[in-house]
């Protein structure tokens, strides 16, 4: 399997090459085009193994489809384009039984061997991360695609790292992090439009996207016609 | 994604910003036009004029209308002088250029952005095919000789089909009309017999085209926007 | 301290290295992440009163927040559009910025709030404007990618893409073309600015979007 991203980071979408019995597993309406020698199936397991309806309705808290699809190319040389529904960038990370937990509703493809399951981040962070409630957590070994909105970039954390809420895309499992103020005061922080943010400590990779989709929302929304 | 820098059968222009927020600058030598879509100008030199009017006819006019397009278009003329014209859509996306070789080109609604002389611009009816296809029933219709532009959100992919390729239809921006088209749903649906995915899986109708020629792909659908812009909208008896 | 902007034009943003004892000076919100080293203040954006006729009329917030270090660290700043990033460094001279423009400065530059005039205000720029001004990098954005145009006689710019000018560059407003034109084109009103001087301009606007966006919805 060959991939190539293109577009970044607002437009991204990724290639993939398939050759004939090689598949892909993908978030529902990811797919924006492909050949014709490429077939698709719907489950709500994953690829010839565990999963089903709990698995299936765990995804669905995590901000993710019921449903996976899986696209089987059944001659050689098949080509699909997948994209995620907002602006925003693509990355690849691959996995060599490891596990990286990623924001909810930014899981866009993986490998089949890779296994896409929730994970619970608490109340604290469930309420206050500007994230989902639940994570989607992917273990295993191979090669999974994650999408943000805004360009993703890449921290090393070593010690301690602060996040602004609702800029984390995905985390190494190595890593931990806790709700905390931005500044030395709590009303400062808030005055200063920065009130809570996420402390990470430990070492490992963590990915965070330049943009935050409510700050445009605020923005924008007020402008249009109301609802 | 690269600027572009080409010419069109007498207009030098420019393609930059690409592909999240592409912009065209044409340079214009006197006596010189270029129409576009309403409300596109970003900016221009004081040598161009800019006139408002309908072009090619009642007919023709309202073929566009049901493309969705608008009823005017602008014409630009470097009246006292060469000068530049900078169009931007208002769509966040990409842009790109077609020359018309007295062949037909077809483009999604609102897909238009700028043409030059030679060119025809009208609506085409699409049959059950557009009652299907979700994205309206009339596409909009480029003939002649002479060179067009277009745009999309997000940027825009250029696919050469050599025998057959599949589509989503909400990213479908423009095709070659050397190729033949018809919606359906997923092979594999149909051979398993597996409706679950035509209802679920999201992957619901796609564009199934055959033949020989070009398509233009845009890397985002406009709805997912709109549903999640949709909680941010103000509410009306506020 | 070392900056750079990426990934522009679509989802440009600041990554700033700080040495030991720099601080840097950003809008409310700016910030994505940071280095544990790095501490925040925050305090009135320049003056209780200044920064009380920016918040209303220069469409800037209350408060701006300093970034500091003493061991050295590096931060992360951004803004809440997609769009691009720019970044001009100041030796005494002046610049003005529309309103919302500003992202992020050097402690050294001065910011302070400018009459724009009427004529600003009818081209749908604001009465009033963002003066930059002292030694020092300043980054500013906008919604689109930022174009420049070194303007020497006139130039026609739509109302909503101008994003920054130098002192020497005045605004006037007229018509896109005759009365009916005008009015059908789509185009209106535009600024017509006359030089000599550097014009800074955003490859969409505000208006276009929402346009755009308001006749797809119900």
Known sequence: MRHEIMARPAATVLKVNLDQGESLTCEVGAMIAMSSGITVETTSRQRGGSGGIMKGLKRMFSGESFFLNHFTAQQPNQTIYLGPSLMGDVMSHPLDSATLIVQGSSWLASDPGIVID???QGFGKALFSGESMFWVKCSGTGNLFVNSFGAIYEVDVNGHYTVDTGHIVAFEDSLTFKIGKAG???????LGGEGLVCKFEGQGKLFCQSHNPPSFGKLLGPKLRPR | MATVESMTSDVPFEITQRPDFALLTVQLEQGQKIYSEPSVMASMSPTILMKAGMKGGFKKTLGRMLGGESLIINTFTAQDGPGEVVFAPGTPGDLVHYHLDNNT?????????????GVDLTGKWQ???????GEGLVLLKASGNGDIFFNSYGA????????????DTSYIVAFEDTLDYRVTILEGMKLGGKLKSFFFGGEGLVCKFSGQGKIWIQTRAVNPFLSWVYPFRPTKNN | MEAEIRDKPSFAHIHVQLN???SIIAESDAMASMSSDIQMSTRWNGGFFQAVLRRIFGGESLFVNEFTTSTGGSIVITQPLPGDMECIELDGNTMYLQPGAYIACEPTVNLGLGWAGFASFIGGEGLFRLKVSGKGKVWFGAYGGIFEREITDEYIVDTGHLVGYEPTISLKVGMSGGIFSSFFSGEGLVMRIKGPGKIYLQSRSIGGLTAWVNARIY
Not at chain 1, 184 to 190: E, K, T
Not at chain 2, 105 to 117: C, H, I, K, N, P
Not at chain 2, 127 to 133: D, Q, T
Not at chain 2, 156 to 167: A, F, G, H, P, Q
């Open chain 3, 20 to 22: 030991p004892g720099e």
């Open chain 1, 184 to 190: 030395q005061s709590l009303i400062g922080s808030f």
């Open chain 1, 118 to 120: 929730t994970s619970w």
């Open chain 2, 127 to 133: 049959g059950a095919k557009g009652f299907f296809s």
């Open chain 2, 105 to 117: 080109l077809y483009m999604q609604r609102g897909a238009f952005l700028s043409y030059t002389d």
């Open chain 2, 156 to 167: 825009i992919l250029e696919i050469d089909v050599t025998n057959e390729y599949i589509v």
